[in-house]
């Protein structure tokens, strides 16, 4: 059921879960972005060693921006990545807001460094996007530094396309049709 946020409008607060094979994407409350933002966990937060990241703080601010100027926008904001076998939260992905007039949304995800190379966020950004489509969105963008081998492989594993670059980035697109 909606509830106001302090701008007066509704807020979403019924999405759920987005669970994988090893995952669990878990859709941030306001709350939750408090607490990286701060970096202070309350008694019920499981936060692996090293998270949050400077990029899961930035992706907390940016969820809260949003929720202060036009209101909660879930389910098109920020997941949290939690390892289903442990539940400890390490890493983060997520919308950079609503999909626009042409249906496209961006997205970002990141994981802590001790997790990375395992197919976790192969694994998750596999599942936003099928989410994504299941949510009426027509196409995908994301992008990252020339030296991010890392993430230019999770991106081009999920079927996601190099459509552009320029002197500092890599721009990737992944489009329903095509899958």
Same mark, same amino acid.
């Given at each position: 059921?909606?509830?106001?946020?302090? /701008? $007066?409008?509704?807020? +979403? =607060?019924?999405?759920?879960? %987005?669970?994988?094979?090893?995952?669990?994407?878990?859709?941030?409350? #306001?709350?939750? *972005? +408090? +607490?990286?933002?701060?970096? !202070?966990?309350? *008694?019920?937060?499981?936060?692996?060693? $090293?998270?949050?990241?400077? $990029?899961?703080?930035?992706?907390? %601010?940016?969820?809260?921006?949003?929720?202060?100027? #036009?209101?909660?926008?879930?389910?098109?904001? =920020?997941? &949290? #990545?939690?390892?289903? &076998?442990?539940?400890?939260? #390490? $890493?983060?992905?997520?919308?950079? /807001? *609503?999909?626009? &007039?042409? @249906?496209?949304?961006?997205?970002?995800?990141?994981?802590?460094?001790?997790?990375? @190379? !395992? @197919?976790? *966020?192969?694994?998750?950004?596999?599942? %936003?996007?099928?989410?994504?489509?299941?949510?009426?969105? =027509?196409?995908?963008?994301?992008? =990252?530094?020339?030296?991010? %081998?890392?993430?230019?492989?999770? !991106?081009?594993?999920? @079927? !996601?396309?190099?459509?552009?670059?320029? &002197?500092?980035?890599?721009?990737?697109?992944?489009?329903?049709?095509?899958?």
């Amino acid at each position: 059921m909606p509830s106001p946020n302090r /701008g $007066g409008r509704a807020i +979403q =607060t019924n999405v759920e879960d %987005l669970v994988t094979t090893r995952l669990v994407l878990h859709p941030m409350t #306001i709350d939750e *972005a +408090q +607490q990286v933002l701060a970096q !202070m966990p309350d *008694a019920d937060a499981r936060w692996a060693p $090293g998270y949050p990241a400077d $990029g899961e703080r930035n992706a907390a %601010l940016r969820y809260l921006t949003t929720c202060e100027e #036009i209101g909660d926008p879930r389910p098109f904001g =920020t997941y &949290e #990545i939690r390892r289903r &076998e442990d539940g400890q939260a #390490i $890493g983060g992905l997520g919308f950079h /807001g *609503a999909a626009d &007039e042409r @249906g496209v949304v961006t997205i970002g995800y990141g994981l802590i460094p001790s997790v990375r @190379g !395992m @197919g976790y *966020a192969t694994e998750a950004l596999r599942e %936003l996007l099928r989410f994504a489509a299941a949510h009426g969105v =027509t196409a995908v963008e994301g992008d =990252t530094t020339h030296d991010n %081998l890392g993430s230019q492989r999770v !991106m081009e594993a999920v @079927g !996601m396309r190099l459509v552009e670059e320029n &002197e500092k980035l890599r721009f990737y697109r992944w489009n329903r049709n095509d899958t």
